[in-house]
């Protein structure tokens, strides 16, 4: 995949300190790793445009920063959604069966006991990777899948509405390998509905650099 437009993406700010259950100091380090992500991503762009530039079709170095470039790219979005899907203050998991996120997890999962349910049971399957609830805009249905990596497991055209991550940098500095359900637990807590919702149906457009 080569990216033949110059537009360096910019690392985004986002305001969480003081969360409960989700250390300043977990999160200082994992903003770090999301910005190694958009320092990459511009990186393998930039890169791919020199070679291009040169003629450099199908070499070696070409082939390989072709295959890195999706997994710095999926890394830098996947962090920015997540760290945008949380807040610190208010929020919850208490999702209002009549909203308009509700009414689609109804429909899609029965009730939003058994959504989270799965999202918590996916979340708690061994490996690191991400969680997250998707849309699929061909028929309205929302579903849980996992992600390995960051690349792996993405389904093609679907929405991401609610992204968790699950590598251990997001939560061993605060719970012990066993205790990723409180971390899940602790994440819930803090959820963004209102950024969650937004997404629905295609509305929100992800500022990239804001
Ligand atoms: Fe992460």
Redesign the pocket.
Known sequence: MALLSSSPYKVREFDLHGLSGISDKTLEI?FG??AGYVKNTNLLTEQLITLSENGKFGTLEYSEATRRLPFEYN?MV??EL?FGNMQKDGGGAEINSSSDLGRAIGESFGDIDVWKKDFAAISAMRGVGWVVLYEDPATGKLSNQWITLHQDGNIAGFRPLLVM?V?E??FLLDYKPADRPRYVEAFLNHLNLKEVESRLHGNAQRSVGA
């Open positions: 994992h790793l999301y890394g996947l962090h997540y991550d590598w940098h997001a």
